[in-house]
């Protein structure tokens, strides 16, 4: 194995030759002025399920860099400004400690800020920008070795948030925050998928964070409802939801699996960073044993996708731990899955068989590429930048702004060439 590991999934022995943990932007700087083509790329948590993160080179950590506090919350300004390396969960504590909260959170706390805010990592609801947009300003240490600060409304900030760690190794982010508030965490079971189908937008509206998951075992079914529910504004959780009824014990996303890392459920409220994410901090989330990919459709073809993958169900079933659908809205940046249009993301937990994914996953494409979708970056697709290229209007303007802050292609690696070309 490399020097850098393998990634959380396991499905990825990282090939770097080295680790680099630069304590210092000068020392950043250096390691980026000597360093060959291709042959450095940042590591953030290892939560990706591809190679985005890999090179044969060096692997750069920022979690020693020693530039300012970690967190430095700035209330005037509305703003947290954190290292790239910190954890969501670990910057929720200090946040409410402060009294002040993150807009959304991913259904797990345990990635980096950086690294999370590269690949357009996303949570739900269908008013909630993924988690990049709210990203303020970013500061990097670019190519050329020259350290940079892009803010909200400066040229190139766009193109320099979802920007897959080609631009450089980022060092500080700013994120907007708001006045912390509570959740409630509702869970239906069995809801038919007729329903999901006359009622969507309902559904998905129905509180500030909506995930619908089915295994597609059950032909018409979908198995479960999560729903966030602001208790600061939302409305009461219904009785039922069109069908579906409230669990009376706390449910795991995936069928049988016990729900003892998942966050609490059954309407009790809780702060936001307890209840927005699926899974607590404190435990291994999620399944440990899994794959995932995800398609981020436009909302106005959203039914289009789901009756495709009605159709493809039989394929899907056998490989899949769970399906769950998730809504966010549209933000400006550049390579981000929800540019400019509000999105619904089709994602899927694959059970740990990726030569069986990776063949199924062209005709999943097949049905979504058509209606508008874009895939997560940081999980598993086969799409290439041939495929990609006329669904990012400003797909140009990232190449020169790549060009501009890494000129030599220091950043560069086997995923990018495939997927952005050049
Ligand atoms: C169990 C599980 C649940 C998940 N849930 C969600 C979810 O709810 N929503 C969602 O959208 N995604 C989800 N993901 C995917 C995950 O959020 C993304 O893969 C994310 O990029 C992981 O962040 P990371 O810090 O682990 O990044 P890594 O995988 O380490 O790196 C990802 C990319 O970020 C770049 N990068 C990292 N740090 C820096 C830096 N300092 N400077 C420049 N570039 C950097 C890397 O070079 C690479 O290109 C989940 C993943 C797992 C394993």
Redesign the pocket.
């Known amino acids: 194995m490399g020097a850098a590991g393998s990634?959380?999934?396991g499905n990825l022995d990282y090939s770097a030759r080295m680790l680099a943990a630069p304590r210092s932007i000068p020392e950043l700087q250096e390691l980026i002025a000597s360093a060959e083509p291709g042959s450095l790329?940042?590591?953030?948590?290892?939560?990706?399920?591809n190679d985005?993160?890999d090179t044969d080179g060096t692997a750069v950590s920022?979690a020693s860099l020693q530039d300012g506090p970690a967190v430095a919350i700035d209330a005037d300004r509305g703003v947290v400004a954190v290292a790239?390396?910190v954890r969501y969960g670990e910057l929720a504590l200090e946040l409410d400690a402060a009294g002040l909260a993150l807009g959304n959170l991913?259904?797990?706390p345990h990635?980096?800020v950086?690294?999370?805010v590269?690949?357009?990592?996303?949570?739900s609801g269908e008013r909630n920008g993924?988690l990049a947009a709210a990203v303020a300003a970013v500061e990097?240490v670019d190519g050329r070795g020259e350290h940079v600060r892009l803010a909200r409304g400066d040229a190139g900030f766009d193109g320099a948030v979802v920007?897959?760690?080609v631009l450089?190794?980022?060092?500080r982010l700013e994120l907007d925050v708001e006045p912390s508030f509570e959740l409630a965490q509702h869970v239906y079971r069995e809801l038919p998928l007729e329903a999901l189908v006359a009622h969507f937008d309902e559904i998905v509206g129905a509180g500030y964070s909506v995930s619908v998951f089915s295994t597609w075992q059950r032909e018409g079914v979908a198995d479960q409802v999560w729903l966030k529910r602001r208790v600061d504004r939302d409305p009461a959780a219904p009785a039922e939801l069109f069908g579906a009824r409230p669990a009376d014990a706390p449910q795991h996303p995936i069928p049988g699996v016990s729900a003892v890392h998942c966050t609490p459920q059954l309407g009790v409220p809780g702060p936001w960073f307890q209840r927005l994410p699926h899974?607590l901090l404190e435990f291994r989330?999620?399944n440990g044993d899994?794959l995932?990919s995800?398609y981020l459709v436009p909302r106005a073809r959203a039914l289009d996708a789901l009756a495709a993958l009605r159709r493809l169900a039989p394929r899907i079933a056998p490989l899949l731990l769970v399906n769950e659908i998730r809504e966010v809205a549209a933000d400006a940046l550049w390579l981000s899955g929800s540019f400019e249009t509000d999105v619904v993301a089709f994602?899927f937990t694959w059970q740990p068989r990726q030569a069986e994914v990776d063949a199924l996953l062209p005709a999943i494409e097949a049905e979504l590429l058509p209606l508008g979708a874009r895939p997560?970056?940081?999980?598993r697709f086969a799409a290439d930048a041939s495929a990609l290229e006329g669904r990012y209007s400003h797909w140009r303007d990232f190449a020169e702004l790549r060009a501009e802050h890494d000129p030599r292609g220091v950043f560069a690696n086997a995923f990018t060439r495939r997927v952005l070309g050049g």
Do not use: D
């Open positions: 990634n959380w999934a790329k940042a590591l953030g948590t290892r939560h990706s399920f985005v993160a920022t790239s390396g991913a259904s797990l990635i980096s950086g690294g999370a590269a690949t357009g990592t996303h949570g993924s990097f920007s897959l760690g450089g190794i980022t060092t899974f989330p999620s899994e995932q995800e994602h997560h970056w940081g999980k």
